[in-house]
Structures are given as structure tokens and as C-alpha cells.
């Protein structure tokens, strides 16, 4: 079944350590987002791409980085800089232009 | 101004109700729609796309204007099923892509 992976679920990050979410769809999709949510509260743009070996920084990149060496695959880096990691963090795709997004089920990033 | 709004929730209605939320935008260059549908700590996930003539799938009905700049979703015969987070979405004309802003979600709880 086609469809778009993440993992871990849960993660846990100790203080200055960078961890990296994994984010792989084999939906033949261009574009590839993160976005974070807090609770309560709506979805808020990471890093976006939109062809292989290119990304663009969203409404709140900095603390992350991404690259996009795959057109499967958009890693997210939670930097040390990134000083409230704690959050819901959601992968997704699309074909491109106006289509629908698919996401993936979404990682919990938490502080030890 | 934030460029896509929801109504606040939450909106508490019993079962067999009929309840309708209203998102508005304020970008003019906005192309596509869509409704998402969240359940708690879990991926927002595609309730229906919405098409300028309006659309209905079963007891969901989706309405766009343009010229007012708002889009609605009116869910008739609530189920307890229903409850959830119910996610604006508008696709933006954006630097030969698109560009997705969501709303912040209203929350959604149908009782006995």
C-alpha cells in the first residue's frame, strides 16, 4: 500500500542533543512539508520541498534543518538550538501545485 | 489579520444535530480548499476537497465564496463518530507551487 511512514512515534531528547525524525513516502510525490503542532493549537509550517535537492524554510525554521537528498525521503533534524522541541510533528506530501496533502501518522517529540 | 480563520470552538451539540463551522481567508490568490478532519494526537486526515460549485458527500456538505472570501462545512445527523478537530485548509498561488495555510481548527463534540 502506498502511503507516507514516520518514525519514531515517540522520541526523547536530552538537552543540547539533535535528534532526526524520518520521514519516507512512496507516493511518487514532489512535495514533501513538516510542520509542528502544539496542543490546542494548529499546524505551523517547518521546512518544505518541492523537488529533490531543494528546500525552502517555512514559518518557523529555525532550531531545524532538513535535506532532501531522496525524492522518497525528508529527514528532520532537531537542532540543540531549537530551545521548545517539545511538540506533534507531522510529515506530509502531495503530487504538487493545488493537490490534497497525505500525512503521516506524526512523531511526539519530547524533552528529558 | 491571520490569513485563514475558523470559528472558535468548541462546539458541544448532541446526537442528530446539524452543525456548520465557517472559515474565512484573506488572500485573493488562494486556488484550492480542502476540509481535514483531526482526531486527538493522530494526522489530520482529508475530509473532503471543496469545488466552487459546492459539494456533498452523504451528510457533509462543503460551500466556497469567493467573492466573501469564506468556505463552510455543515455536518448534518451528528454522530458521536463526529467529535474531532475539523481543519480549514487554503492552497495559496505560491513561487510556481502552492502554498498551504491551515487554520487553527475547531474542535468538534457530539453528545448522547
Known amino acids: 500500500d502506498g502511503g507516507i511512514t514516520q518514525s519514531p512515534k515517540y522520541l526523547f531528547r536530552k538537552e543540547g542533543q539533535n535528534v532526526t525524525l524520518s520521514c519516507e513516502q512512496n507516493?511518487?510525490?514532489?512535495?514533501m512539508y513538516w510542520y509542528r503542532q502544539d496542543p490546542g493549537q494548529g499546524l505551523r509550517l517547518i521546512y518544505y520541498?518541492?523537488?529533490?535537492?531543494?528546500?525552502q524554510k517555512g514559518d518557523i525554521a529555525e532550531g531545524y534543518s532538513v535535506s532532501r537528498e531522496k525524492k522518497e525521503s525528508f529527514p528532520l533534524t532537531v537542532t540543540s538550538a531549537q530551545k521548545n522541541p517539545t511538540a506533534f510533528y507531522l510529515c506530509?506530501?502531495?503530487?504538487?501545485?493545488?493537490?490534497?496533502?497525505?500525512f503521516g501518522s506524526g512523531t511526539q517529540l519530547s524533552v528529558l | 489579520r491571520k490569513e485563514v480563520e475558523q470559528d472558535p470552538g468548541p462546539f458541544n451539540v448532541p446526537e442528530g444535530a446539524t452543525v456548520a463551522f465557517n472559515c474565512t481567508y484573506s488572500?485573493?490568490?488562494?486556488?484550492?480548499f480542502f476540509w481535514y478532519r483531526q482526531d486527538c494526537r493522530k494526522e489530520p486526515k482529508l475530509l473532503m476537497s471543496?469545488?466552487?460549485s459546492g459539494n456533498e458527500d452523504g451528510r457533509f456538505t462543503a460551500q466556497l465564496n469567493r467573492a466573501s472570501q469564506y468556505i463552510s462545512l455543515l455536518i448534518r445527523d451528528s454522530k458521536l463518530s463526529d467529535s474531532a478537530t475539523y481543519l480549514c485548509?487554503?492552497?495559496?498561488?505560491?513561487?510556481?507551487?502552492?502554498?498551504?495555510?491551515f487554520g487553527q481548527g475547531t474542535e468538534l463534540s457530539v453528545k448522547p
Open positions: 506530509a506530501s502531495r503530487r504538487g501545485g493545488n493537490e490534497k496533502l497525505f
Open positions: 507516493l511518487n510525490h514532489d512535495a
Open positions: 520541498s518541492q523537488i529533490v535537492n531543494d528546500f
Open positions: 488572500n485573493s490568490a488562494s486556488q484550492s
Open positions: 471543496v469545488y466552487s
Open positions: 485548509v487554503v492552497n495559496i498561488r505560491y513561487n510556481q507551487g502552492g502554498k498551504l495555510i
